[in-house]
């Protein structure tokens, strides 16, 4: 985030442009409404490398257990899509276009909670067994960021068993919405392969080689 992402898609090359059926025409459309189509904005992110017992050590909580529902959203004080975010239709004597600028501040992001069923703590105590981890990355009104690096953890879906090594959120989004913790890498983000776990760098792993 903080780079200037500056370019132009053509009209008919744009997917999920879904609505040429009913007499698409490109005019000025408003980033505060659903986008009539769906674009990705792609953040590159380096995680530390850590080992499993630097994960241990620096984890709040390790648990195992469920997802049963996420939700994304603008991490914006409205929760709409950020000023700097704009799409401007053009033509020219290729066609019809759309130009689109994308200048997000730090705190600028679109992230998503998962509301996590734990089934079991490996590390941490718990009043509740339901916690809320926070991912960044999602889409909201057809605007998608998806973050690259590692394994996103915002493809996983209800129902998904994952291990999870998390801390409480010490980032931008810290005072949004309630109490949550997010994942420290996608190392630390595993998912059941037979009597082992894969992690997010398609890394596998028994439990007694992480020492749990």
Same mark, same amino acid.
């Given at each position: 985030?903080?780079?200037?992402?500056?370019?132009?898609?053509?009209?008919?090359?744009?997917?999920?442009?879904? /609505?040429?059926?009913?007499? $698409?025409?490109?005019?000025?459309?408003?980033?505060?409404? !659903? /986008?009539?189509? #769906?674009?990705? %904005?792609?953040?590159?992110?380096?995680?530390?490398? =850590?080992?499993? #017992? *630097? /994960?241990?050590?620096?984890?709040?909580?390790?648990?195992?257990?469920?997802?049963?529902?996420?939700?994304?959203?603008?991490?914006?004080?409205?929760?709409?899509?950020?000023?700097?975010?704009?799409?401007?239709?053009?033509?020219?004597?290729?066609? #019809? =276009?759309? +130009?689109?600028?994308?200048?997000?501040?730090?705190? +600028?992001?679109?992230?998503?909670?998962?509301?996590? !069923?734990? *089934?079991?703590?490996?590390?941490? &105590?718990? +009043?509740? &067994?339901?916690?809320?981890?926070?991912?960044?990355?999602?889409?909201? *009104?057809?605007?998608?960021?998806?973050?690259?690096?590692?394994?996103?953890?915002?493809?996983?879906? #209800? @129902?998904?068993?994952? $291990?999870?090594? $998390?801390? !409480?959120?010490? @980032?931008?989004?810290? *005072?949004?919405? %309630?109490? %949550?913790?997010?994942?420290?890498?996608?190392?630390?983000?595993?998912?059941?392969?037979?009597?082992?776990?894969?992690?997010? =760098?398609?890394?596998?792993?028994? /439990?007694? +080689?992480?020492? $749990?």
């Amino acid at each position: 985030m903080g780079d200037i992402v500056k370019n132009k898609i053509l009209v008919f090359g744009l997917l999920g442009l879904l /609505l040429i059926g009913t007499a $698409l025409s490109v005019n000025a459309f408003s980033t505060n409404e !659903k /986008l009539p189509f #769906e674009f990705v %904005h792609e953040i590159n992110v380096s995680y530390p490398q =850590y080992s499993y #017992e *630097d /994960l241990y050590e620096k984890s709040d909580l390790i648990i195992y257990g469920s997802i049963t529902s996420n939700i994304s959203m603008w991490s914006t004080p409205d929760s709409k899509m950020p000023s700097g975010i704009k799409f401007i239709p053009g033509k020219d004597e290729y066609g #019809e =276009y759309i +130009e689109y600028y994308i200048d997000l501040n730090d705190d +600028e992001i679109i992230y998503t909670d998962f509301i996590f !069923k734990v *089934d079991k703590a490996f590390k941490g &105590n718990l +009043e509740d &067994n339901e916690i809320i981890v926070r991912s960044f990355g999602g889409t909201v *009104d057809n605007f998608t960021i998806q973050m690259n690096g590692g394994s996103n953890f915002t493809n996983y879906k #209800e @129902g998904d068993k994952i $291990l999870l090594y $998390l801390i !409480k959120d010490k @980032g931008s989004t810290k *005072d949004i919405g %309630h109490s %949550h913790y997010t994942i420290l890498t996608p190392k630390g983000q595993l998912i059941p392969y037979g009597d082992m776990y894969i992690n997010g =760098y398609d890394e596998k792993i028994t /439990l007694k +080689e992480m020492n $749990l």
